[in-house]
């Protein structure tokens, strides 16, 4: 049994699922891909109940980036992922060895270190404040390495360093769903940033397509 056949593959539902789903669809018989909600309280709530099969797990999907060298369709492998807890203490927890290895060999891209967030991180001013603790910024990472022993994190860059975003934490539900009507409203009151955002999203999701079919 190869290590790609032990292998169980987490993505946020939406597009980016269906992204990875169709780059996978390309083999034959395809590893568990499972799909999350947004956000690490959701996260934590939906994998805390469930028990896999799977030795390894790759967490794929979009994320931010908190570095000038990192720009929108980058893909990079996660070496670590950090979260400031509620006592402003930080913890880290590293990626598997194994796994990471065998991405670096098949995707030669890049390793940074992640940091994970209770909200989204929509302007530059947040991001150059989390800058000195990772390269890369997400909301999941580090609730599913809390939840398991053997994760590596594949991410591709959705929005730059320095880009300014339309602020859709108030679309986020607690179940880690994205509220249309709400996200539609954020919209239509910062449109320049929407363009920006929807912009960037096509451009990273075929990015995200492409890095799952190379997996595959």
């Known amino acids: 049994m ?24 390309s083999r034959l018989i395809k590893p568990k891909i499972i799909s999350l909600p947004i ?3 959701p996260v934590n709530e939906h994998l805390k109940s469930i028990k ?8 794929i999907g979009l994320s931010g980036s908190l570095s000038l060298q990192y720009k929108v369709g980058d893909v990079v492998i996660y070496e670590s992922s950090s979260y400031v807890n509620k006592d402003k203490i930080i913890e880290t927890k590293e990626c598997d060895r194994t796994l990471n290895n065998w991405l670096k060999k098949t995707l030669n891209v890049p390793i940074v270190k992640g940091i994970t967030t209770d909200k989204l991180i929509n302007s530059s001013v947040e ?8 390269d890369v910024v997400d909301m999941e990472s580090f609730a599913v390495m809390s939840n398991f022993d053997c994760v590596s994190v594949v991410r591709v860059i959705s929005d730059n360093y320095d880009d300014n975003l339309p602020d859709l934490n108030s679309a986020i539900t607690q179940e880690g769903t994205l509220d249309n009507f ?15 955002l929807i912009k960037n999203a096509l ?4 990015q995200l397509e492409k890095v799952s079919k190379n997996i595959a």
């Open 2 to 25: 190869s290590l790609f056949d032990n292998l169980l593959i987490l993505v946020c539902h939406g597009a980016e699922f269906q992204a990875v789903n169709k780059g996978f669809n």
């Open 203 to 206: 451009f990273s999701l075929k």
């Open 52 to 59: 896999y099969q799977e030795n390894f797990v790759l967490l």
């Open 127 to 134: 991001k150059a404040n989390l800058s000195s603790w990772g």
């Open 39 to 41: 956000g690490i309280n």
């Open 182 to 196: 709400k996200m539609s409203r954020a919209f239509i009151q910062e449109p320049l940033k929407a363009i920006t």
